[in-house]
């Protein structure tokens, strides 16, 4: 086993509720539990990969790590610092070494600012880098992201999608973060396009060594990018494991569900296709027993009673699932 | 010709948008042929006019700026293009009927999804207020809604996603359209609940005998629901096949380029293929081929360049439009060519 100090960010039973107020008195009830009870560890240099349907709360773990929405109880630790403690300038240097790529690079960069302010301004307010220094640094970036130096005086909308994406992913590694957090970086992106930003998220982890939290919902996308993939369903993470196994050998029925919704090209992987019925229950009122028990095909009446505990179901080291009727061999 | 088999016909529709910095030519001479109780696939990238394609069919291009300039669209022996608003109105929703992408914004908020399908039942059908309801709640059983005669009370926003894009497909096929046009019905939808649209979409054209008009980028769901597909670059059709053929072997570039750059499941690649460059604008295409800048063998081919190359057959119901492509190229043009710009490999 690994040492704990090995991890870059440990994440251990983290509950992210909202309260729902109603009425005059804006009284609060009941919660909406977005983020219900998740663990995980991500090692300096790999990509953990969370997937799931829209509302599973995998943008909401994302917000909770760099506390831009309080967290209800857990524990988050990144490098030592235990964020949800963390006072001012020790949330400033944690969140200085994790930066985001949004999903929608229009909406994320602000149209009156030039691509330099947009991509050096980290720089200028937290370095205090200045002038002719901060320009070549915005240059080295741009170039990096494969833009031009010189596009260095344009507003964001003389840019294409994929183009802005790059730009916001330059302004993502203008401190030079040890964590990326890419919350959907490519599903609003066209088909060959999304092929490019992919790319070039993997080369410059090779060359940056940066860690990825990648979250996305389309399966493929996520196998090609992480090392780690975890499966959220109604804010629990149901299934984890590395990604050949996951892909190999899933056994969560929500994963499998999953993949075989998904639609191939190629014929030969279209298996046959596990119908899931009815739709996400709703996060005000989230079944009893394992959220998944109303849609499952394997349910049975212990499903609807007790939630399964998340545990190594098989052989395979670090293969976890929460169900009682996963069986992995 | 098979033209009993022809639902709906599209020749050489162009559609251009005027605007103050010039001309944008969304749509620029198409033709395709959507085939009763088949679905006929459109795939292409933002911007490629497949939906300004779509709404052309439907008559709803804005004017101005837009305008459709040029070509036919033949639904039962008319051309659509020549029909005053009534008649028009007549076949809207009615004969041809559309669902959108986003369900959310195609609904009216202010109204219960009951009622908006009454209003459809009603203007075309001709049926009494109570008659209207119960057929109403019948589409909203039929497309799988839960408890319909409840559901048909409520608001849109008393839905999920899933559900409003039900509720939209019972509004379309309410009247038992001929032809459904579908553009991007499930890309707003999760992966689990598109399996079941598209299901929904396929038992329904197979009750109706329907054509459907599917519109997306999306080319997993085009190879498993699409019969014939069309593929779109930068206004125009760069390929047409049948859908086995076509995903066995594509033959355009930009075709091949688009199936290699996906990710798959089953293979692990350290990087994903590409194809450099962006989407061109319609205020900016290239000269020549439009997919030569982004090609690797167009971007240094004289006549790619210059002259861009028209939907030819090349055998085997198979339609492309590439100079490179087996097949393509007459022996006359070889020798042109040749004579211009020295021999080829």
Known sequence: MENANNYLLRVDDLKTYFAIKKGLLRRTVGFVKAVDGVSFRIC???????????????????????????????????????????????????????????????????????????????????????????????????????????????????????QRQRIGIARALALEP?????????????????????????????????????????????????????????????????????????????TRALMSAIPHVDPSLRGKRTALGGEVPSAFEPPKGCPFHTRCPLAEAKCSEQMPPFEKKSDHQDHFVACWKANGK | MDDNNTALAVENLATYFFLEEGVAKAVDGISFKVKKGRTFARVGESGCGKSVTALSIMRLIPDPPGRIVAGKIVFDGTDLLVLDEKQMRHVRGNKIAMIFQEPMTSLNPVYTVGSQIVEAVKLHQGKSDSKAWSDAVRMLERVGIADPARRAR?????????????????????????????????????????????????????????????ITHDLGVVAE????????????????????????????????????????????????????????????????CKFHPRCSTGRNDKRCQTTEPQLRNVGHGRQVACWHAPGYETNEERAEYESKYGKRQ
């Open chain 1, 44 to 162: 300096p240099g790999q990509t953990l990969g969370l997937v799931g349907e829209s509302g599973c709360g995998k943008t909401t773990v994302a917000r909770t790590i760099v506390r831009l929405v309080p967290a209800t109880s857990g524990r988050i630790v990144f490098e030592d610092t235990d964020v949800l403690s963390a006072d001012k300038s020790q949330l400033r240097k944690v969140r200085r070494n994790i930066s985001l790529i949004f999903q929608d690079p229009a909406g994320s960069l602000n149209p009156r600012m030039t691509v330099g302010n947009i991509v050096g301004d980290p720089l200028r307010v937290l370095e205090k880098i200045t002038g002719s220094e901060l320009a070549d640094r915005v240059a080295i970036l741009l170039t990096k992201v494969g833009l031009a130096a010189d596009h260095i005086n344009r507003y964001p909308h003389e840019f294409s999608g994929g």
């Open chain 2, 154 to 214: 409520e608001y849109p926003h008393q839905m999920s996603g899933g559900m409003r894009q039900r509720v939209m497909i019972a509004m379309a096929v309410s009247c038992k359209p001929d032809v459904l046009i579908a553009d991007e019905p499930t890309t707003a939808l999760d992966v689990t609940i598109q399996a079941q649209i598209l299901d929904l979409l396929d038992e329904l054209q197979a009750q109706n005998n329907m054509s459907i008009l599917l």
């Open chain 1, 178 to 254: 040890k964590l990326v957090i890419c919350d959907e970086p490519v599903s609003a992106l066209d088909v060959s396009i999304q092929s490019q930003i992919l790319n070039l998220l993997k080369d410059l982890q090779e060359e940056f060594g940066l860690t990825y939290l990648f979250i996305a919902h389309d399966l493929a996308v996520v196998k090609f990018s992480c090392d780690v993939v975890a499966v959220m369903y109604m804010g629990k993470i149901v299934e984890q494991a590395d990604d050949k196994e996951l892909y190999g050998n899933p056994l969560h029925p929500y």
């Open chain 2, 225 to 288: 629901r699409g019969d014939d597909i069309a593929v779109m670059y930068a206004s125009k059709i760069v390929e047409k096949a049948e859908s086995g053929p076509f995903f066995a072997e594509p033959v355009h570039p930009y075709s091949q380029g688009l199936l290699k750059s996906l990710p798959q499941l089953n293979l692990s690649p350290k990087r994903l293929s590409t194809i450099a460059g962006t989407v061109p604008e319609p205020l900016h295409f290239p000269t020549g």
